[in-house]
């Protein structure tokens, strides 16, 4: 129905996660009709973010290229306590708790044999390390509560049992199936109180 660049870019819209065929339509008319000022900081931003972003050297947060992130660079955390989550998103819902002044690890992503993704496609080993070299005590895994969170939990605690440190799991409250980025902040702060510990 379209051709050249507006078909191009209705293509483009549509690949984007949670954007159908008709969303990206709307959109990309939308783009059209808005002053080019407006289209172009929004084309800015697009290129900006990445050129200059990168994943942080300790945690694996997103990060100003070449630093750490803001959360490993503030030494008013509790380093000895580490949150370890799939993806920077969920970094954001625990932040909006404000019940959490530890630190982070992102495994980016969680345990999936059928599409491929095993320990070794995940910062697990990155995590281990940590441990001994920054005297965490404590690591809470918060990986999502479905299949593959779960496989994810359970593979980690067995792998850090014996590194002499604290594993705990968040508390129920989270719904069996979702997703941490949608949970609101009283369920998530709930969660991190009446966290549990696995493997003794």
């Known amino acids: 129905m379209y051709t050249g660049p507006l078909r191009s870019l209705i293509d483009e819209l549509g690949r984007l996660p949670g954007?159908?065929?008709?969303?990206?339509q709307r959109i990309a008319f939308y783009l059209l009709k808005v002053p080019n000022e407006d289209a172009m900081r929004l084309s800015d931003a697009i290129v900006s973010v990445k050129e200059r972003t990168a994943l942080c050297e300790r945690c694996f947060n997103v990060a100003e290229r070449g630093s750490l992130c803001e959360i490993?660079?503030?030494?008013?955390?509790?380093?000895?306590?580490?949150?370890?989550?799939?993806?920077?998103?969920?970094?954001?819902?625990?932040?909006?708790?404000?019940?959490?002044?530890?630190?982070?690890?992102?495994?980016?992503?969680?345990?999936?044999?059928?599409?491929g993704i095993g320990p070794e496609q995940l910062r697990v080993e990155e995590l281990?390390?940590?441990?001994?070299?920054?005297?965490?005590?404590?690591?809470?895994?918060c990986?999502?509560?479905?299949?593959?969170?779960?496989?994810?939990?359970?593979?980690?605690a067995r792998r850090l049992s014996g590194l002499g440190v604290r594993v705990t799991r968040l508390a129920s409250?989270?719904?069996?199936?979702?997703?941490?980025?949608?949970?609101?902040?009283m369920?998530?702060?709930?969660?991190?109180?009446?966290?549990?510990?696995?493997?003794?």
Request: charged letters at 30%; aromatic letters at 4%.
């Open 19 to 24: 954007i159908g065929p008709k969303s990206a």
């Open 72 to 115: 490993c660079d503030d030494e008013t955390r509790d380093g000895s306590v580490v949150c370890v989550v799939e993806d920077p998103q969920a970094i954001a819902a625990f932040e909006r708790t404000k019940d959490f002044h530890g630190r982070y690890h992102v495994l980016q992503g969680a345990l999936n044999p059928l599409e």
């Open 128 to 141: 281990v390390s940590r441990i001994e070299g920054e005297g965490i005590s404590e690591i809470v895994l």
């Open 143 to 156: 990986t999502n509560p479905n299949l593959e969170g779960e496989a994810t939990a359970m593979y980690l």
């Open 173 to 185: 409250g989270l719904p069996v199936g979702g997703d941490l980025e949608y949970a609101d902040e």
């Open 187 to 200: 369920t998530l702060g709930r969660a991190l109180e009446g966290r549990r510990e696995l493997l003794g």
